[in-house]
């Protein structure tokens, strides 16, 4: 026995040892990690001035900064999340904001911002450039007490590190959770991951996400992460407000309220037609361009183009056009373009300009009215990419002046497709009175296939992806007076553009036999001749009356020709019953 007792001795301190050891592993396996989080890599800041956003309930990629103890928001952070409707000028170097009947200008770096009531003093810069997100652009930072003059949305700050829980929405239906025991809020579920903040009995969370043991949630100084479900007593959006503390309530009413954008359209469907002018003795034809006509209500002589890129233009208008006109019970908008003399006019240095902007309105708008026109129709085509967030302003602020003296603004726009987005018929649905669809050109001069001007699942695509931005009532959509006729010879490909009566006769003349195209809604004709190979699809009475069907579907404001001339007298029957529907 003597000579065992070692050895028993010996495996009991085995069994110890391991028994101590498998307890150690056991208390590091479940013993809860005291270990913190770096705050400031959690919410991603790697410079002071920087301050993370929280939005809603989520951490959002973009950075707020503090500058001077004021909090600032980059320009695409504000028109990502808050208003896009903020334009900078970098020329003049000014911040804008057009409302329905001003514009508010800020001189960047000033402190006070100027409507038509006067100056208002802010006490702080309410717009400055600094270093961009990346460090080496030069981006432009708007005060988040300014943007909430025009945004609806509430702030809070936090420092250590520095944050905003931002709110542009009132939540609903949120489950709120109260700790019972003190506890931590971890980086992620789990014993061992970091520690965000510790929290008191009695603290109130948001609670995101409940999970089997732990819940994902938000602390009332803007923190998410996770506690276990054995410190949280919940209650699904049944605790009272009151109990809440205030910083996680969500918006409460800001004051702020959406301006009223009013609109000159008309109770009626519009019938529009483009009366090309090209030089003052092109007025007299205005009789007989209408003398077929028939429910046309509004006349749009092509009147003036811009000549330069500070906002000049020619003019064609006369008086006594106007009063024959308004004689015939017709209303005048004068068409603007910027593609007349396309060799002299840079649009994007004209539009980027303010006072260049200005000095176009105001004498566009004082040689309307000293006309006696009833519109204003613009028609700007090949405007590119950099230059739409400039040609909205343009738009904004013209519809500004034309709210003011009784104008219609009406704004033409090609087809919907995703080159054109920058038109923003959104912002023009807001601003203008009747966006007018150019429902044509589906093939055009120099298209690389011959094919329709304006088939049926084009224009009603047009229309659809219209609307669906712009309201029905506002939008009117353009019709093709004419044909292409096409030709083929070898590899070139070559079209002419002509009325419809010319089509039909060149039809005839080439003895085409002509058949319904269902897919286009259009008569279709074809014939080869030696080398060459002709082929036209035609608009005439049946294809008009097809648009005209998809027009009423979507219960638009109303219908344009381009132009007037080109029309068999036909024609209008047809459109007149569109308009009596």
């Known amino acids: 026995m003597k000579k065992l007792i070692p050895v028993f001795t010996a495996i009991v301190l085995i069994i110890l040892i391991v028994a101590v050891s498998a307890g150690v592993k056991l208390a590091e396996k479940y013993s809860y990690s005291k270990e913190r989080a770096d705050l400031k890599e959690y919410f991603g800041i790697e410079k002071e001035d920087e301050v ?36 900078e000028d970098r020329n003049e170097q000014l911040l804008l904001y057009t409302l329905p009947d001003d514009t508010v200008r800020v001189e960047i770096g000033a402190s006070s911002y100027t409507t038509a009531d006067g100056a208002v003093d802010m006490g ?23 943007v909430k003059l025009f945004a609806d949305y509430t702030y809070e700050a936090f420092a250590e590190p520095n944050r905003m829980q931002v709110y542009t929405e009132k939540p609903q239906d949120r489950q709120e959770g109260r700790i019972t025991k003190k506890t931590a809020v971890r980086y992620q579920g789990g014993v061992k991951s970091p520690i965000l903040a510790d929290l008191a009995e009695g603290d109130t969370v948001i609670i995101l996400e409940e999970m089997e043991t732990w819940s994902k949630v938000k602390t009332a100084d803007a923190l998410i992460g996770y506690v276990e479900n054995k410190r949280l007593e919940t209650e699904s959006a049944g605790m009272a407000v ?35 002018v090209a030089g003052t003795g092109g007025n007299d034809t205005l009789v007989s361009a209408l003398q077929n006509t028939e429910g046309i209500n509004v006349v749009s002589p092509t009147w003036f183009a811009l000549t330069d890129s500070e906002g000049n233009f020619s003019s064609f208008a006369t008086s006594d056009y106007v009063t024959r006109a308004h004689d015939m019970g017709l209303e005048v908008w004068g068409l603007i373009d910027n593609f007349s003399n396309r060799d002299a006019v840079d649009t994007y240095e004209l539009l980027s300009h303010t006072s260049r902007r200005a000095y176009l309105i105001r004498n566009l708008v004082d040689t309307a009215l000293g006309y006696g ?107 093709p007076f004419y044909t292409r006729i096409w030709k083929s010879e070898g590899a070139d490909l070559t079209s002419e553009a002509v009325g419809m009566e010319m089509a039909e006769q060149f039809v005839a003349n080439h003895n085409m036999e002509v058949r319904w195209d269902e897919a286009a809604c259009q008569n279709y004709a074809e014939a080869s001749e030696g080398s060459a190979f002709y082929q036209v699809w035609l608009e005439d009475e049946q294809s008009i009356e097809a648009k005209l069907n998809i027009m009423q579907k979507y219960e638009i404001g109303g219908v344009a020709a381009w132009r007037l001339g080109f029309e068999k007298a036909s024609i209008w029957g047809i459109i007149r019953g569109y308009l009596e529907k």
């Open 52 to 87: 993370a956003i929280v939005l809603q309930d989520e951490r959002v990629e973009e950075k707020a900064k503090l500058i001077g103890g004021v909090y600032y928001f980059d320009m695409a952070t504000v028109q990502k999340y808050f208003n896009d409707r903020f334009y």
């Open 124 to 146: 702080v810069p309410i717009a400055l450039y600094g270093a961009g997100p990346d460090g080496s652009s030069e981006v432009l930072y708007l005060a988040a007490d300014y």
């Open 242 to 276: 009151e109990d809440l503390q205030p910083q996680i309530q969500g918006t409460d009413d800001t004051g702020f309220r959406n301006p009223e954008f009013t609109s000159l359209t008309r109770p009626y469907k519009i019938n529009l037609g483009w009366h090309v």
């Open 373 to 479: 026109l009833d519109g204003i129709n613009v028609d700007f085509e090949s405007i590119s990419q950099d230059a739409g967030t400039h040609f909205v302003q343009f738009i904004r602020e013209l519809s500004v002046e034309c709210r003011k003296s009784g104008l219609v603004l009406s704004v033409d726009n090609y087809v919907p497709t995703g080159d054109t987005d920058h038109y923003n018929r959104k912002e023009q649905g807001v601003f203008a009175d009747y966006v007018i669809i150019m429902g044509y050109d589906e093939h055009y001069s120099g298209s690389r296939e011959a094919g329709s001007v304006a088939s049926i699942g084009f224009v009603e695509e047009g229309i659809r992806r219209t609307v669906e931005q712009v309201p029905a009532h506002k939008v009117i959509n353009a019709l």
